[in-house]
């Protein structure tokens, strides 16, 4: 039930991380504040397609 989902910067919208997600307990959008390599700070990031 596990489904890999990317990880996209959300100022950017550059795509820097990739993570799994278990789909029943975890129904809304995976959001995580991670660092932008490209940003070269700490931002939100956000699960995209």
């Known amino acids: ?4 989902i990317t990880l ?6 550059h795509r820097n991380y990739t993570t799994t997600k278990n789909k029943r307990t975890m ?10 390599k490209f940003c070269r700070i700490h931002t ?5 397609k």
């Not at 939100?44 to 995209?48: C, G, I, R, Y």
């Open 1 to 4: 039930m596990r489904n890999i």
């Open 8 to 13: 996209a910067c959300s100022e950017c919208k």
């Open 27 to 36: 129904q809304n959008k995976f959001e995580i504040k991670k660092y932008c």
């Open 44 to 48: 939100l990031h956000k699960e995209t």
